[in-house]
Structures are given as C-alpha cells and as structure tokens.
C-alpha cells in the first residue's frame, strides 16, 4: 500500500526558472505517524530508478494527473534525502504551485512510497523504515514534520561574487571545469574594461545562458 508522509520546507524565494533544492525527508527523525526514516532507506529505490533512468515523480499534493515538474537530481547523504527539482512553469498547475511557493504559501513536501522493510518498537511505539520504494514526492499545503527543508533555491540574485557563481552553476548540473571555464571568461571580459564592475557582465552573461537539466 503507498504510504505518505510529510516535511516542512522554507522557500526565500523561487528561481525564475522554477528551480529549488533540499531534503525530501530527514533521516532519524520521529513524524507525527511516530516513524523514523533511516539512513539508506532510499538507496535500492534510487539504485532501481538509476537504472531504468527514471525519477520518482514530482507531483501536486500526492494526485498522480497533476504533475508539476521533474527532480534533476535525488541522493541520499548523512542528513537525508537531498533532491533538487525543476517546476514546469508553463503548464497551468506549475505556475500556480510557482506563484504560491513565492508567496510561502505552500511550505511543505511529502514523499509516497511502499514499506518494504520495517521495524516496530512496542516499547515506544515507534516504527523504523530501513527500506522504501521511492515512488513520487510531492508539494503540499500541511507538513507534518519540520526538520526537512529546502536549502538553497537557484536565484541570480543570490549571487554577490565570483564564488558564488561558481557554486551556482555546479548546483545546476555543470562540472567544475565548465563551471571554472564560464567564470574565467566572463572575468577576461570584464578585465578588457576597467571601469566596469566586475560582477555585472557575469550576471548578465548568466542570465542569458541556459542551465542543463540533468538526470542522475
């Protein structure tokens, strides 16, 4: 049977392009179901969509005909599921989820997925899932869990110097030498002008470039 469960997420604010990151689910943490997800809860899950090149769907409160974008990336590391996701800002449902994210109106996100190994504790009542089948994470209105929380949402105006835009590109996907490349151009063109501020051809550059959307 698909289970779901509840995080809360904080959302500054939302990249133009409707991209966000953050966990999707905290490792060791009892929710109001009083469950505990723990530390490689995910993998086979993930290991499976790997190798079929899939991703768990992103979904509008767990309704399976509303999809509102892709994940770019999910993996687990020490604190949880750590995922990263692309709205699909053309379609009505996406830029309605976009526009409610903005407004922080919506600050939650709940994963679906199937039990496949757990263990209950009758003394404090608390059950342990070792082991899930990952089917779709999706945005909602109520959270019930307040440790998961989206980090970082990709936003030019976030970026105050060069190192920031490094950072920037690599989160969307790029490797550290096209990142390092980019950077090092935009600063040679800078450089060719002296009274020009040198971060202002590198936002401008990266606003016309377009970021891969990858899947792991």
């Known amino acids: ?90 379609t009505q449902r996406g830029s309605e989820a976009y526009e409610l994210m903005k407004m922080k109106a919506i600050s939650g996100l709940s994963i679906g997925f199937i039990p ?19 089917w779709e994470t999706s945005l909602v209105t109520f959270p019930a869990n307040d440790a998961a929380r989206v980090q970082s949402v990709k936003s030019i105006e976030d970026i105050e110097n060069l190192r920031d835009a490094e950072r920037f590109l690599r989160d969307s996907g790029l490797s550290k030498r096209e990142s390092v490349a980019i950077i090092s151009r935009v600063k040679s063109l800078a450089r060719s002008d002296s009274g020009v501020d040198e971060l202002a051809p590198l936002i401008e550059a990266m606003k016309g470039y377009q970021l891969p959307i990858i899947t792991r």
């Open 1 to 90: 049977m698909l289970k779901t469960r509840d995080f809360v997420f904080n959302i500054k604010e939302v990249a133009e392009n409707g991209s966000f990151s953050g966990y999707g689910s905290v490792f060791g943490v009892i929710d109001s179901y009083q469950e505990i997800v723990s530390k490689g809860a995910f993998t086979d899950s993930l290991v499976k969509h790997k190798s079929n090149g899939t991703m768990p769907a992103m979904l509008w409160q767990h309704k399976s005909s509303e999809p509102i974008g892709v994940f770019t990336s999910m993996e687990e590391d020490d604190v949880g599921l750590k995922l990263s996701g692309q709205i699909a800002m053309k």
């Open 116 to 134: 496949q190994d757990e263990q209950f504790d009758r003394k404090t009542g608390v059950t342990t899932l070792i082991k899930v089948d990952l």
